[in-house]
């Protein structure tokens, strides 16, 4: 490579470059509808004034890609949820059918902050019908575990993630979810929608 050439721009930084872009208002500044269901104010400054070398430790679900997605199909649907962070993140994916196990918890002493990200959108539920309730336990787990912690786990906030269309679908899904004390919403896990969620959670 001569020195005035530059790699390829891979597909999702070019995609997360080309969101922020223009300084005008535009679709992708609202994509996902994201919106901060339910934080405590202080729980949101502790989010929004993280220290740069925290880190942020994020489980996702081992789900199928959106539909119509621009990700190559070999990328975790999730890694645009991590890159927009930031910050230092450690982003362990989590089966539906295993749950929680010691590896996952291996990760939680060293978290400044925890997201919980709980995928029933219509299509991942098209092919796991029971996706939602395997994955709250998860986070339930986690949480339990978390508590388990102690004082030294006692300022690290929890965020949960809940991805699903909005209207009464969405609302049946919180009314399960009233024990978690920050809840993000977001209507689709498009790297845009994503990256939008973290804006609000974090203060971006």
Do not use: W
């Amino acid at each position: 490579m001569s020195p005035t050439e530059f790699p390829k721009l891979s597909n999702l930084t070019a995609l997360l470059r080309a969101q922020t872009a223009s300084p005008s208002p535009s679709p992708s500044t609202t994509a996902g509808n994201p919106t901060l269901y339910r934080c405590p104010p202080q729980t949101h400054t502790r989010l929004q004034h993280l220290n740069v070398a925290e880190v942020v430790t994020l489980f996702t679900p081992f789900v199928p890609h959106p539909p119509n997605t621009t990700l190559d199909k070999n990328m975790d649907p999730f890694e645009p949820l991590g890159r927009a962070v930031h910050r230092p993140v450690r982003h362990i994916p989590y089966r539906l059918d295993h749950g929680m196990t010691e590896t996952h918890g291996d990760f939680l002493s060293a978290s400044g902050a925890i997201m919980l990200v709980v995928c029933a959108a219509a299509n991942v539920r098209a092919v796991y019908p029971r996706a939602f309730e395997q994955q709250v336990r998860f986070c339930r787990d986690v949480v339990e575990m978390v508590g388990r912690g102690g004082q030294a786990m006692e300022s690290v906030p929890v965020v949960l993630v809940l991805i699903s269309e909005e209207g009464t679908v969405r609302q049946n899904f919180l009314d399960q979810v009233r024990d978690f004390d920050v809840v993000c919403c977001v209507n689709s896990y498009q790297p845009m929608a994503l990256a939008n969620s973290v804006r609000i959670v974090f203060g971006l």
